[in-house]
């Protein structure tokens, strides 16, 4: 998948941006697929869910957000919950998806934290003394 093909799928979104890593355009695809799904399992309109930051930190994909839905409080509750799951799920996937070909990785770090598949940790000019690795 490529940027523009997720920035059109889903550009519907409010605040949409992506962490623009290649390797994880799949994962956010499928999150951002979720939230919509939990969106409409409680039929609340899609223009009040908000993506505020979508970003890399410690090598997870992280996604804030907020929305403004006050209409059944209970609904609200659960899909709340449902949709923290969906992010929540997409961070946990990410640490463990090479960000830049999509590959299983492990974290790695040269002083900055990212999930890498051994390919991609190869073709770093650092790699091998400059890695540490399954350091979490």
Known sequence: MTYEEL???HSDING????EWEGWYHIEDKMFSGI???LDKYSIPL???VLEQEKEKFGELRTYWCWFCDDNP???NKARQEISAVIDNASTESAKTCCYCGEPATL????WILPYCQACAEEQEDYPTGFTTNFM
């Open 74 to 76: 209970d609904d609200y």
């Open 36 to 38: 919509k799904s939990v």
């Open 16 to 19: 949409f941006e992506s962490a």
């Open 7 to 9: 920035a059109q799928r």
């Open 108 to 111: 790695q770090s040269r002083g």
């Open 47 to 49: 223009q009040q869910f």
